[in-house]
């Protein structure tokens, strides 16, 4: 079974400061995609960040950074210089070659001005 | 370039009563999928296609729930009968390819089941 645990059902951060999403996850894929995805509220879902699993390099996205621990099957998410904006709920995803997609349940993130 | 389409954005009807959501995705992506998303809760799958070939239906309940996706383009998703757990947000996502590329989400459709 393929599996993505978010810890986090919520998170908050102060305008300007840095926070860390975290995001586990279990596969028996060797080759797989990771994702984060933002969903603001009554708005839809947008990629932020995404992951090969092949790649040792973490991703990065202007403010946003990955650190993937592949052996670890961690896959966790910075956000620098947080901004008002950046309040939503935000996925932890997998993918699969063969195209299989699992989401976790979601960190609502608050960021307080 | 137009995104993903997705009708109606809200719907209401009475438990028993059918009920049927369309998507249009972004032209060109093979893979198209249907999410059941709860309140507070993350999407899960219903249904998975590439072009018009259900590819992964498991999580599909087939005795109330049925899709198409007829010439690899639009699709449609359709509840009959409709009970009270079907009250939820379903989205409908294309992708270019599967696995690998990132998925284009609809604004959802949010289903209300009296």
């Known amino acids: 079974a393929q599996t993505v645990t978010q810890s986090q059902p919520e998170m908050s951060v102060q305008e300007a400061e840095t926070v860390t999403l975290s995001c586990t996850y279990d596969?028996?894929?060797?080759?797989?995609?990771l994702f984060w995805y933002k969903q603001p509220p009554s708005r839809q879902m947008i990629l932020v960040i995404r992951?090969?699993?092949?790649?040792?390099q973490n991703a990065t996205e202007n403010r946003f950074s990955v650190n993937f621990q592949k052996a670890a099957k961690s896959f966790s998410l910075k956000i620098s210089d947080s901004q008002l904006g950046d309040a939503a709920m935000y996925f932890c995803?997998?993918?699969?070659?063969?195209?299989?997609?699992?989401f976790g349940d979601g960190t609502t993130l608050t960021v307080k001005p | 370039e137009a995104g993903v389409v997705q009708s109606p954005r809200y719907k209401i009807i009475e438990k028993k009563q059918p009920v049927a959501f369309w998507c249009n995705p972004i032209?060109?992506?093979?893979?198209l999928y249907w999410y059941l998303q709860n309140l507070g809760q993350g999407p899960e799958l219903l249904i998975r296609?590439?072009?018009?070939?259900?590819?992964?239906d498991s999580q599909l309940p087939k005795d109330r729930f049925s899709a198409e996706r007829l010439k690899g383009v639009d699709s449609t998703l359709k509840i009959q009968p409709a009970e009270l757990g079907d009250s939820a947000v379903y989205l409908c996502?294309?992708?270019?390819?599967?696995?690998?590329?990132?998925?284009?989400f609809g604004p959802g459709t949010r289903l209300t089941v009296l």
């Open positions: 992951q090969e699993a092949y790649k040792q």
């Open positions: 996502a294309s992708s270019l390819f599967r696995g690998s590329s990132e998925q284009f």
């Open positions: 596969t028996s894929e060797s080759d797989y995609y």
């Open positions: 296609y590439e072009n018009e070939e259900a590819v992964d």
């Open positions: 032209s060109g992506h093979n893979t």
């Open positions: 995803a997998l993918s699969t070659n063969a195209g299989k997609s699992t």
